[in-house]
């Protein structure tokens, strides 16, 4: 299948691994006029996914309010996916992701209420510090001189030492591959194991897992009189197609973003004190071998499943396994484990085939980094700010990072379990704070099981295509009044 690379922008084919260094421009839009303007120069500058960039990357996403404070009418509005209208901080939204008591969007830093709502993200990638503050500071002008647009919070993820996240383990190995990329070949180099999936899963107008192009956000002829968008044709496989409207969706995609507090010293002093002898004193063999029970791998990034009782650095990338036929029972790797409950493979099911195909619909593109410092001691808290700036990729934001969150990762009888969540990110409010490791002729159980990672803001948008990018930005005061067709 050939993807229209010249209209996708560059973040869904490509991680920026050669790009280490990144900022997240959080903004609220202050004037729609000023903002479309802006917009305006800003599609010119856009990375899109045609072949490597070399110095820096610039994309940009909206949220549903940022579209309809940049003038989208409330018709087209109504197009876009119910998740994406209500937003991440919504009450009913937040039930589903198990955002509550601390980790409630009353208690974010951006994104919970409307006084640190956020329309617009600018993400910017360079390949050092310096590429990075140059581009930075000439965004930050460019914003400035305008006045269309507020910051909100700005995001930074300097150059990590390696690609450890800050507990210590290897990070973002497990990953799908997009069909019509031509990833899969680089990823079976590295990983020796690639899940290509339909491009739609990932990409808006594309077909998806199960051969349909799903809805998706469209607007009519008559309100894109520059005919900046494709008209939908009559075609197998869409659903509800109109035929003659003007496709929005398409090359587009839903963009998940939550920052993600990680508090390293606490995580590593509960495994310790989980961990003692029975003289009192510190295991740190034992220690680490439950960190790896908690995560699924070793430090190194070697799967439980192919080295059970200690760290292999040769398997550190390895992707190239399964769990119902050598691990059903979780005695490797537990069935709670984080990795097992972010997804199963083939361990949900009546057999593998099945599971791995139900798996594989629910599956997200992460692209993911670290913020703030690597701590000198993991047992000393030294009080700096760090964690994870999630990001993740999908084209059906209930279907695949809801599902995620609610059904594998916060459900407190996953894989047969009781009251418990996940480990590292599940909702502790849903379980008895206890974590089960499997293992002959007795199972173990951890107990009082403490927050380790906490939320600290999040927002839903959308990533449009390039042609979708310069649509929004050609919306003028009419449309934006509801003078003109929708």
């Not at 199960?210 to 939908?232: F, H, K, R, W």
């Not at 701590?375 to 934001?397: H, Q, T, W, Y």
Request: hydrophobic content about 35%; proline content about 5%.
């Amino acid at each position: 299948m050939e993807l229209d690379r010249k209209d996708i922008q560059g973040l869904v084919v490509s991680s920026y691994k050669h790009l280490p260094c990144a900022a997240f421009l959080l903004l609220r839009i202050a004037d729609a006029g000023r903002a479309r303007s802006w917009l305006t120069a800003l599609t010119r500058e856009i990375t899109a996914s045609e072949g490597r960039q070399g110095d820096s990357s610039t994309n940009v996403a909206l949220t549903w309010t940022g579209l309809k404070n940049l003038g989208l009418s409330q018709t087209v509005l109504s197009t876009f996916s119910l998740p994406f209208q209500e937003g991440m901080g919504t009450n009913h939204r937040s039930r589903i992701l198990g955002d509550t008591d601390g980790n409630a969007p009353s208690n974010w830093d951006w994104g919970g209420n409307a006084t640190s709502q956020v329309d617009l993200l600018l993400l910017l990638y360079g390949k050092d510090e310096n590429v990075l503050k140059a581009q930075f500071l000439a965004k930050r002008e460019q914003l400035a001189a305008n006045g269309g647009l507020a910051e909100v919070a700005v995001l930074e993820a300097h150059r990590q030492p390696d690609s450890h996240e800050h507990f210590g383990f290897n990070d973002g190995i497990g990953q799908p591959v997009m069909e019509g990329t031509g990833n899969k070949d680089r990823q079976l180099k590295r990983t020796h194991h690639a899940t290509e999936l339909p491009a739609g899963e990932f990409l808006m107008g594309h077909p998806n897992v199960y051969g349909v192009i799903a809805d998706g956000p469209v607007v009519s002829a008559g309100a894109d009189s520059g005919n900046y968008l494709v008209p939908i044709q009559t075609e197998a496989g869409r659903l509800n197609v109109t035929p003659g409207m003007h496709d929005l969706a398409l090359n587009g995609t839903y963009l998940v973003l939550r920052q993600l507090a990680q508090d390293v010293a606490k995580f590593w002093n509960f495994l310790d004190t989980a961990t003692r002898a029975g003289n009192g004193g510190s295991d740190a063999v034992a220690r680490e071998r439950l960190g790896a029970k908690f995560v699924g791998r070793w430090q190194s990034g070697a799967p439980l499943v192919l080295s059970a009782q200690q760290d292999n650095p040769a398997l550190m990338n390895e992707n190239n396994f399964d769990y119902l036929a050598t691990d059903r029972q979780g005695t490797a790797c537990p069935v709670g484990a984080h990795i097992r409950r972010s997804n199963p493979r083939d361990s949900l099911g009546p057999d593998a085939p099945t599971a791995l195909t139900s798996a594989n619909r629910h599956r997200i593109l992460r692209r993911g980094r670290s913020y703030g410092k690597r701590i000198a001691d993991p047992m000393v808290d030294d009080g700096a700010k760090r964690g994870l700036i999630f990001i993740c990729l999908n084209s059906d934001i209930e279907r695949q990072f809801e599902f995620v969150q609610q059904t594998w990762l916060n459900n407190p009888v996953f894989g047969g379990l009781d009251a418990e969540v996940d480990p590292l990110v599940g909702n502790l409010a849903k379980g008895d704070c206890v974590y089960t490791v499997q293992s002959q002729p007795m199972r173990s159980r951890v107990h009082n099981l403490e927050r380790f990672v906490s939320v600290k803001g999040g927002a839903y948008f959308f990533l449009p295509s390039i042609r979708g990018l310069r649509y929004l930005a050609s919306l003028d005061s009419a449309t934006s009044a509801g003078k003109s067709s929708p």
